[in-house]
């Protein structure tokens, strides 16, 4: 079992920054593929970006491509999300989850551990 616990959200200007954390519980963290997602109100769940266990694959959503970097220190069982030149259009609930194995996933499906999620709200 995993236990995820974010923090970092909150309210910034258009343009600005944030880096979200995302604690986990557990002593096989390495073992995980680790993952951001965010919903905006009246819209599905979507992808964010992935990292795996310690290979270092990762991927982005083409939409944060290049603003966010995902990233994880293994021996602190955590997960960041830096999020750089933010927009309105990233306002939404951010998501840390979690899944056994080595591959990244982009299907919400694929994932079986979800913390509680962290407001981010960007002002324009």
């Known amino acids: 079992q995993v236990q995820l616990v974010e923090s970092g959200g909150g309210l910034v200007q258009t343009g600005g920054s944030l880096r979200l954390s995302c604690a986990a519980s557990g002593r096989t963290f390495s073992s995980y593929v680790m993952a951001w997602f965010r919903q905006a109100p009246g819209k599905e769940r979507e992808f964010v970006a992935a990292i795996s266990g310690s290979d270092g694959n990762i991927d982005y959503a083409d939409s944060v491509k290049g603003r966010f970097t995902i990233s994880r220190d293994n021996a602190k069982n955590t997960v960041y999300l830096q999020m750089n030149s933010l927009k309105p259009e990233d306002t939404a609930v951010y998501y840390c989850?979690?899944?056994?194995?080595?591959?990244?996933?982009?299907?919400?499906?694929?994932?079986?551990?979800w913390g509680q999620g962290t407001q981010v709200t960007i002002s324009s």
């Open positions: 989850a979690a899944r056994r194995g080595w591959l990244t996933e982009r299907r919400v499906r694929s994932y079986g551990y």
